[in-house]
DNA sequence: ACGACGATTCACT
DNA sequence: GTGAATCGTCGTG
């Protein structure tokens, strides 16, 4: 029962250590949503952001995070939500439980399940399927309600584990849509995807401090 | 109870 | 590129 299964997954152990890292080691691993009638809805993980308070500005200048104790209580590992604009957005929970530290994944190349994502979100072209962070949550169909504070190697929603990425596949770049904290590199994509977020372009050619 | 504020997206110009 | 919609969360009264 407890032999390796192949392609092997992401277990939540694999989540105790620095959001930053973990996120850029995601890179290339397979998203996988399993609908109750056993089909799967299937995104490469192509875009991921790091957020790791209290280090983090983006957390601690603002009283955002600190007052979102059902959010920190969640063991590294499962899955949790954050809203944003009434949007959720599906982020790994890192490090321990009770401090806030996560990895938001932020775009999906599609795999499998093409026609039920397209059905979930309509979109004219198709490399809006799942290019944001809210959108490849509606493209899965996925409701936080039902999958929040799951372990990320559940039945319904899992991460199939892929090879690093050699670095010269990887940009890193500042994150996106943050007042505070643009100056930490926490952003990550595969070089030259066409299916990362819109806003790439001109990250891409930030200047980061050292 | 009320108002301000986004870890976004969409429709425009 | 600019601006509006949107709604749950959080701080204040």
């Known amino acids: 029962m407890t032999r390796a299964e192949f392609p092997s997954r992401w277990h939540p152990a694999d989540f105790a250590g620095d959001p930053v890292l973990t ?3 995601l890179l290339g691993s397979t998203l996988v949503r399993t609908l109750p009638g056993g089909v799967r809805l299937a995104g490469r993980i192509v875009e991921a952001e790091a957020y790791d308070c209290p280090r983090d500005p983006a957390c601690t200048a603002g009283r955002f995070h600190a007052a ?9 590992g499962h899955w949790l939500f954050w809203t944003a604009h009434g949007h959720p957005l599906l982020q790994v929970a890192c490090r ?3 401090v806030s530290a996560s990895v938001l994944i932020r775009a999906l190349e599609p795999l499998e399940g093409r026609e039920v994502m397209l059905d979930h979100r309509p979109v004219i072209r198709e490399r809006d399927l799942t290019n ?3 959108k490849l949550v509606a493209a899965l169909g996925l409701h936080p309600a039902q999958v929040s504070r799951t372990p990320v190697d559940s039945a319904g929603l899992h991460l199939e584990r892929a090879p690093a990425l050699p670095d010269a596949d990887v940009v890193t770049t500042a994150r996106i849509g943050l007042r505070e904290g ?3 590199p926490w952003r990550f994509h595969v070089r ?3 299916w990362v977020s819109p806003a790439t372009p001109s990250m ?3 200047t980061l401090p050292d």
Do not use: C, T, V
């Open 68 to 76: 979102r104790s059902a959010e920190m209580a969640i063991p590294p």
């Open 182 to 184: 643009r100056n930490l």
């Open 96 to 98: 321990e439980a009770g």
């Open 204 to 206: 891409d050619l930030l």
């Open 192 to 194: 030259g995807s066409p």
């Open 132 to 134: 944001g962070p809210a």
């Open 23 to 25: 996120a850029r080691r």
